[in-house]
């Protein structure tokens, strides 16, 4: 079964630091491109950041660019998110999702249940 | 950056025809997404590439995409129907490249 788990959310303060975890399995993880996706409370969809298969591609959403960091373990199946500097607004549900692409269209066919991330005083 | 507007809610009687829109500029010459998200659930992708459905999802399913809107349809509306949907484009000009609208609540009266 094609499965991607997520874990590390927790309750931080702002200004302080989250590792997020998301374990791939039942597919070749080192094929896919990945993305992280986050979800306020009570709002809609927040592309966060992707990583290529190897690593050699990888984009932020403004909102976290030079305070997140996404990387990859092929090895490990596994996806990262360090989160530093964290804010208020980066509350949410965060998702990992794999990517399917091709010449065409690009779409997250596979996601995970999500870990939460509260940063409050 | 690219955007994609979606009503905020449509509601639709059980049996009847649901259509979902998001607008964005020529959107007709992207490729359109949809994804449902149930309440406390992970999204789920129902329609790719404007009208394809991915394996295991209802033909009640369907998308189109013309113009400046892409529509998804939702026929014979159940009640476990009741989402929230989302519109997906891939900006290739754009290193933000995925694009999300901002939802529409479907409510199965």
């Known amino acids: 079964e094609v499965q991607l788990v997520e874990s590390g959310g927790g309750l931080v303060k702002p200004g302080g630091s989250l590792r997020l975890s998301c374990a791939a399995s039942?597919?070749?993880?080192?094929?896919?491109?990945m993305n992280w996706v986050r979800q306020a409370p009570g709002k809609g969809l927040e592309w966060v950041s992707s990583?290529?298969?190897?690593?050699?591609?990888?984009y932020y959403a403004d909102s976290v660019k030079g305070r997140f960091t996404i990387s990859r373990d092929n090895a490990k199946n596994s996806l990262y998110l360090q989160m530093d500097s964290l804010r208020a607004e980066d509350t949410a549900m965060y998702y990992c999702?794999?990517?399917?692409?091709?010449?065409?269209?690009?779409?997250?066919?596979?996601w995970g249940q999500g870990t939460t991330v509260t940063v409050s005083s | 950056s690219y955007v994609l507007t979606q009503p905020p809610s449509v509601s639709v009687a059980p049996g009847k025809t649901a259509r979902i829109t998001c607008g964005g500029d020529?959107?007709?010459?992207?490729?359109v997404n949809w994804y449902q998200q149930k309440p406390g659930q992970a999204p789920v992708l129902v329609i790719y590439?404007?009208?394809d459905r991915p394996s295991g999802i209802p033909e009640r399913f369907s998308g189109s995409n013309s113009g400046n809107t892409a529509t998804l349809t939702i026929g014979r509306v159940e009640a476990g129907d009741e989402a929230d949907y989302y519109c997906?484009?891939?900006?290739?000009?754009?290193?933000?490249?995925?694009?999300f609208g901002g939802g529409t609540k479907l409510t199965v009266l």
């Open positions: 020529n959107i007709g010459s992207e490729s």
């Open positions: 590439y404007d009208s």
């Open positions: 997906q484009v891939w900006d290739s000009s754009s290193d933000h490249p995925w694009v």
């Open positions: 999702a794999r990517e399917k692409s091709d010449v065409i269209t690009h779409k997250m066919d596979v």
């Open positions: 990583i290529s298969s190897s690593s050699g591609y990888i």
């Open positions: 039942g597919f070749t993880f080192s094929t896919y491109s």
